[in-house]
T-cell receptor, first 116, second 114 residues
Framework: SQQGEEDPQALSIQEGENATMNCSYK?????LQWYRQNSGRGLVHLIL?????REKHSGRLRVTLDTSKKSSSLLITASRAADTASYFC????????????????FGQGTILTVHP | DSGVTQTPKHLITATGQRVTLRCSPR?????VYWYQQSLDQGLQFLIQ???????AKGNILERFSAQQFPDLHSELNLSSLELGDSALYFC?????????????FGSGTQLSVL
């Protein structure tokens, strides 16, 4: 299995509801990032959380990180139809020297559908 | 608009052929990353260049090669193409080298091998 696995694979909610997506990973990390991809288009960076941070907010986004459980969650509050997209977590793994391998490893993503 | 330009947007070719995908990073970004996205494999990291030098390598096939030129644009060359190489190929760029933070993605090249 891959570093960075999201669940659920798909999530369907109504406008105004909150959406929570989870990500698990396997190795020590420098940071964890969340990206959004609209159908077949390029990924867009949403938020980054460093390994020494536990929670971060950006607008309607809230990210948590639990390094002891090697997991993260992304909460989108008061969702809108325009939030419909695939959401990916990506990890910057820490190498033996404690620095970056120089790449982000992406999970398989969660497909979020928000119904108007 | 991310500022990362990829050409062409679509490419249809036959098995055994060779193609070149091109990427221009955001102005000022020195790092370029190549990713392959397919339904069965997801987003796979291929290779990273920083200021003309290879910095990190992923599961890139020997039939694939890349380079970054002095003007910082990058090209991904795919040769002896197989049906399984059909995928969306993304280029991304960032300012930094050692810490991988906030990649800016292009809109991708959809490669179809028939």
């Amino acid at each position: 299995s891959q570093q960075g696995e999201e669940d659920p694979q798909a999530l369907s909610i109504q406008e105004g509801e909150n959406a929570t997506m989870n990500c698990s990973y396997k190795t020590s990390i420098n940071n964890l990032q969340w990206y959004r991809q609209n159908s077949g288009r390029g990924l867009v960076h949403l938020i980054l959380i460093r390994s020494n941070e536990r929670e971060k907010h950006s607008g309607r986004l809230r990210v948590t990180l639990d390094t002891s459980k090697k997991s993260s969650s992304l909460l989108i509050t008061a969702s809108r139809a325009a939030d419909t997209a695939s959401y990916f977590c990506a990890t910057d793994a820490k190498n033996a020297g404690g620095t970056s391998y120089g790449k982000l490893t992406f999970g398989q993503g969660t497909i979020l559908t928000v119904h108007p | 608009d991310s500022g990362v330009t990829q050409t062409p947007k679509h490419l249809i070719t036959a098995t055994g052929q060779r193609v070149t995908l091109r990427c221009s990073p955001r102005s000022g970004d020195l790092s370029v990353y190549w990713y392959q996205q397919s339904l069965d494999q997801g987003l796979q990291f291929l290779i990273q260049y920083y200021n003309g030098e290879e910095r990190a390598k992923g599961n890139i096939l020997e039939r694939f090669s890349a380079q970054q030129f002095p003007d910082l644009h990058s090209e991904l060359n795919l040769s002896s193409l197989e049906l399984g190489d059909s995928a969306l190929y993304f280029c991304a760029s960032s300012v930094d080298e050692g810490y991988t933070e906030k990649l800016f993605f292009g809109s991708g090249t959809q490669l179809s091998v028939l």
